[in-house]
């Protein structure tokens, strides 16, 4: 049983439209590796770009943190639906609602399950570091926007090194650093890290642009950031 979180961003092109070639790409990849390893798995996939543009929104408006945390759940649950649909007869036809319908759903089902937010205040990471504890999953892979974790912030700082490994008592410290709220949450968040550091789970990032990424990790080569206990 393997976890694989999606950052929603990238499901989205420069543009901001949905990238429905690498969606396609992502699916039929899932396909291979669950054909070629016979494991079970599940995809939690981030609200991302449409979040945001949401969320922006109804700030505007004047909305509450929670209804503004409802939209990026909901938002996410758009881009699960989307990526269901092109895994067709592979992914179970619905995103569940909470970690308790997840269990439900996994005891059912031998395919794909897709998730999205499931509480306001709980981020699509803490989902998939949750649903990970809950399977006693062999990896949690994040999938994200950037080559991994890296020594400063890439987007600031040209110099920052991308980390081959990390503890998960670094990545502690360096995630606390940053703000949380509705549709800004940081690399890992702070409930996320918990999640993973009292279960130790195996926890990979690499770059989420290119879906062969999954299938190298999956392999067993080294690629991204491995956190380490």
Do not use: F, V
């Given at each position: 049983m393997f976890v694989v979180k999606i950052g929603g961003s990238i499901l989205f092109d420069e543009e901001n439209q949905i990238n429905d070639k690498l969606i396609s790409k992502y699916a039929k990849t899932i396909r291979n590796v669950i054909n070629d390893t016979e494991k079970k798995c599940t995809i939690i996939v981030g609200g991302g770009k449409l979040a945001r543009k949401y969320i922006a929104i109804a700030r505007k408006y004047g909305a509450s943190e929670e209804t503004?945390?409802?939209?990026g759940i909901e938002?996410?649950?758009?881009?699960?639906?989307?990526?269901?649909?092109?895994?067709?007869?592979?992914a179970y036809h619905t995103p569940p609602n909470s970690i308790e319908e997840f269990k439900e759903f996994f005891k059912q089902t031998k395919k794909v399950i897709v998730c999205g937010g499931f509480k306001p205040g709980q981020s699509t990471n803490a989902v998939a570091a949750s649903i990970a504890e809950t399977t006693n999953a062999e990896i949690l892979i994040n999938l994200t926007n950037v080559e991994g974790v890296y020594s400063d912030d890439p987007g600031k700082n040209p110099e920052a090194k991308l980390l081959d490994t990390i503890t998960i008592a670094e990545l502690e410290t360096m995630m606390a650093k940053h703000q949380i709220k509705a549709g800004y949450y940081p690399l890992f968040d702070p409930t996320a890290i918990q999640i993973v550091k009292r279960s130790k789970i195996p926890l990979q990032f690499a770059s989420g642009h290119n879906p062969e990424n999954l299938t190298k990790i999956i392999s067993g080569a080294k690629i991204g950031t491995s956190v380490i206990f």
């Open positions: 503004s945390d409802i939209i938002s996410a649950k758009l881009n699960a639906r989307l990526l269901i649909s092109a895994l067709s007869d592979n």
